[in-house]
């Protein structure tokens, strides 16, 4: 037998997805969805500017490239200074003294110096240096970071037959084997302690690219995050 309400038997019960409880997990759903919503955005955003900046990396105008023109320039100077430098050593054994000895071997350094100088140029970019390996590297720099930059964008994809099959289109050809031995030979200098880290290219050829589409270098937080990801892919 039922026991007696003193209130009345029929007492209203509450009704489903009613009372504090229920709008306090209303406003927990929603504010999830909206950070949800957020991650999404971030992430499309991510995305878009990461394919941006892989179409930098991988754009021929910016590869340094010998520059025949300036180094012949640069090689017929260095013969008519080996021509003075002969003469000079000539005179100096006909006639010994301490200034043309100290004039030669000022020249026989400058020859030294000299000699190995190449110049380097893109459609957009203009540099010199002494040595190759200064612009090789720079062209490793992009296709690592162009190599890093596909693994987050497409998890589990090798980059480097696409990285080949951009280039290819844009009239850059070379193999892709190529392609991985310049990437190996900088980690591995990576590697050794003997270069930047991945991170700190990424952060040099991200500022780069801000500069050369919006005219200013400095990224945010967001962007930074964005970096350390694809550097620890």
Same mark, same amino acid.
């Given at each position: 037998? +039922?026991?007696?309400?003193? &209130?009345?038997? &029929? ?11 229920? #709008? ?31 179409? +930098? ?33 000539? &005179?100096?054994?006909? +006639? ?7 004039? @030669? ?11 190995? !100088? ?17 612009? #090789? ?31 290819? #289109? ?8 190529? +392609? #991985? ?5 900088? !980690? ?25 589409? !919006? ?6 937080? @967001?962007?930074?995050?964005?970096? &350390? ?5």
């Amino acid at each position: 037998m +039922w026991d007696e309400d003193p &209130e009345g038997m &029929e007492r209203e019960l509450p009704m489903a997805g009613s009372g504090p409880l229920h #709008e306090g997990m209303q406003r927990s759903l929603s504010r999830r969805s909206v950070l949800m919503a957020r991650v999404i955005q971030s992430k499309e955003d991510e995305t878009s500017q990461l394919e941006k900046f892989l179409d +930098w990396l991988l754009d021929p105008d910016y590869f340094l490239q010998p520059d025949s023109a300036r180094n012949s320039e640069s090689d017929a100077h260095v013969k008519r200074i080996k021509r003075i430098l002969s003469r000079l050593e000539q &005179e100096a054994q006909r +006639w010994p003294a301490f200034h043309l000895n100290h004039a @030669s071997a000022d020249l026989r350094d400058y020859v030294k110096l000299t000699a190995g !100088r190449r110049f380097r140029r893109s459609k957009l970019v203009s540099a010199n240096g002494s040595g190759l390996p200064k612009g #090789e590297n720079a062209l490793s720099e992009r296709i690592l970071a162009a190599a890093l930059v596909l693994r987050r964008l497409r998890p589990g994809t090798y980059p480097y037959p696409e990285i080949k099959r951009t280039l290819d #289109e844009r009239k850059y050809h070379r193999s892709q084997r190529s +392609w #991985e031995t310049r990437v190996d030979r900088l !980690r591995k200098k990576i590697q050794d302690g003997k270069y930047f880290n991945a991170l700190a290219i990424l952060e040099l050829l991200y500022a780069q690219f801000l500069h050369a589409n !919006r005219k200013y270098t400095g990224y945010s937080n @967001s962007e930074q995050q964005m970096l &350390e990801a694809v550097a620890n892919v």
